[in-house]
């Protein structure tokens, strides 16, 4: 509910409002809070899957890389922030629309880095470089492209994004990739930690309001960090040795890791990029429609799909990852009614303070992994359950049943058996492991080549008996 303390119902929905600066600063905090944890776990799971990150031989020197990328993650969410909410030129909305780092493109880096190393990440940061340039030219001509990704093909990709993170939930919360194997993984201690942040979690998303359920995760994942220590998981002399070994300040390094071009990398960052740039559209809508009773203009969706694709080639430049609107904070506006966008800028100029203090950084390297796996759990459900959401907005007649059924038994298949493509080119196969683009390619292939019309016997001989079933819900789509 708005507060009317803020200002009157009209400045509420400005987007040039500017609040009273000691009640704008905790507003802009919040926005923080609300996408903190899931802005830096990319990073430390791509840390992971490369192998200098948790477990590994960087431990000893406190985990240098990992840490720098958690603190780009902060800088350039902060930085693409400011590009939305400020703006230059035909850059940026002009709304208050908060950036991180996207979980999209996990799944595509995951392959491209596995037990690579260091020296996976110039691959890394030169398909972010490409992708965020191309996701920016997407802005020209996004209005006239959205046809190609209907709710069908986006809340699959969603889905898909989804399945292919929730491994690394369990695999974290026992206790991660380097215990697998030995008698700690899997451990009722191991476990019994990422619990404790799933139920905090649960308990305060359902039976708190306000800040305390927009912040769940966060505050689940700080509870699970106090039981830590309280098992001696963790130890306040691990806490202060990390804090000892970062610095004060760290300026950014222009091509710190290097930048190495793959067809690849380029090939499965582009296409992520239309998911992208279909999440920015609907999160820009989501943002006019609760905050300020209206639709998005062409020039505030074009703007937005600009300084998400800048926002994400600048970071790739610096050893950031790929940068997108967060939808948590589309319902964080509709939920205090706040819709100035002076206000994210405050949040955003946090973040870069944030990203700028190695300190910040080494706090977070030191959650144990079982602790993030509760939380990461919790997130990576909800991206299976947003792309739930999205596809029920389907029309669920069997031509589109045919299409998700090969789209998805494709990608899901690939992503569980990927030897199965083994004797393909290695940029074929690390694109078709992936899962999600064979699927997306498929489901778009297929949704624009296939009838609007199947004959009704059309499906009878491969559904099982089942496509009959449940007809009048399957047509209930909007």
Do not use: C, H, W
């Given at each position: 509910m708005a507060d009317s303390t803020i200002g009157t119902p009209e400045q509420l929905r400005d987007p040039n409002f500017t609040p009273a600066l000691y009640k704008a600063v905790p507003l802009g905090i919040q926005h923080v809070l609300a996408m903190f944890v899931s802005n830096v776990t990319p990073a430390i799971i791509l840390?992971?899957?490369?192998?200098?990150?948790?477990?590994?031989?960087?431990?000893?020197?406190?985990?240098?890389?990992?840490?720098?990328?958690?603190?780009?993650?902060?800088?350039?969410?902060?930085?693409?922030?400011?590009?939305?909410?400020?703006?230059m030129g035909p850059v940026g909305a002009r709304l208050p629309i908060v950036q991180g780092t996207s979980f999209a493109f996990i799944p595509i880096m995951i392959p491209l880095v596995a037990g690579k190393g260091v020296e996976a990440l110039p691959v890394i940061f030169g398909g972010v470089l490409v992708g965020g340039l191309f996701h920016a030219a997407l802005g020209t001509v996004i209005g006239r492209i959205r046809f190609a990704l209907p709710p069908l093909v986006t809340g699959l990709v969603v889905t898909m994004i989804g399945l292919a993170l929730v491994k690394v939930g369990i695999q974290y919360a026992a206790g991660g990739v380097p215990a697998m194997g030995t008698p700690e993984f899997g451990s009722l201690r191991s476990w019994s930690a990422a619990l404790v942040v799933v139920f905090v979690t649960l308990g305060l998303k359902f039976y708190a309001r306000g800040m305390l359920s927009v912040s769940a995760v966060a505050v689940g994942i700080l509870v699970?960090?106090?039981?830590?220590?309280?098992?001696g998981m963790l130890t306040f002399q691990g806490i202060a040795t990390s804090w000892g070994r970062a610095g004060l300040i760290e300026v950014p390094v222009p091509f710190k890791y290097g930048v190495e071009f793959s067809v690849a990398a380029i090939m499965g960052f582009c296409m992520m990029a239309f998911v992208s740039a279909v999440?920015?559209?609907?999160?820009?809508?989501?943002?006019?429609?609760?905050?300020?009773?209206?639709?998005?203009?062409?020039?505030?969706?074009?703007?937005?799909?600009y300084a998400d694709g800048f926002g994400t080639?600048?970071?790739?430049?610096?050893?950031?990852?790929?940068?997108?609107?967060?939808?948590?904070?589309?319902g964080l506006i509709a939920m205090t009614g706040v819709m100035s966008r002076h206000v994210v800028t405050i949040g955003a100029l946090f973040l870069i303070l944030c990203g700028l203090v190695p300190k910040v950084g080494a706090l977070i390297r030191t959650i144990p992994i079982e602790v993030l796996g509760g939380g990461v759990i919790v997130m990576f459900g909800m991206v299976v359950a947003a792309g739930v959401s999205m596809l029920s907005d389907v029309h669920w007649n069997r031509r589109n049943m045919v299409i998700f059924a090969i789209a998805l038994s494709v990608g899901l298949g690939l992503q569980l058996e990927p030897s199965a493509v083994q004797h393909l080119p290695e940029t074929l196969r690390i694109l078709m492991t992936s899962g999600i683009l064979p699927a997306a390619l498929i489901a778009i292939g297929l949704n624009l080549a296939l009838p609007e019309d199947l004959p009704s016997e059309a499906t009878e001989e491969v559904s099982g008996g089942m496509a009959g079933q449940g007809r009048g819900s399957l047509h209930g789509g909007r």
């Open positions: 840390a992971g899957a490369a192998g200098f990150g948790f477990g590994s031989a960087a431990g000893a020197q406190g985990f240098p890389d990992m840490t720098y990328l958690i603190q780009m993650s902060m800088l350039f969410a902060g930085i693409a922030t400011l590009f939305q909410t400020i703006g699970g960090y106090v039981y830590a220590l309280a098992i999440e920015t559209v609907g999160d820009v809508s989501g943002i006019t429609k609760g905050g300020a009773g209206r639709e998005a203009t062409e020039k505030e969706i074009q703007g937005a799909t080639a600048v970071a790739g430049v610096f050893g950031g990852l790929p940068n997108t609107s967060f939808s948590q904070n589309v």
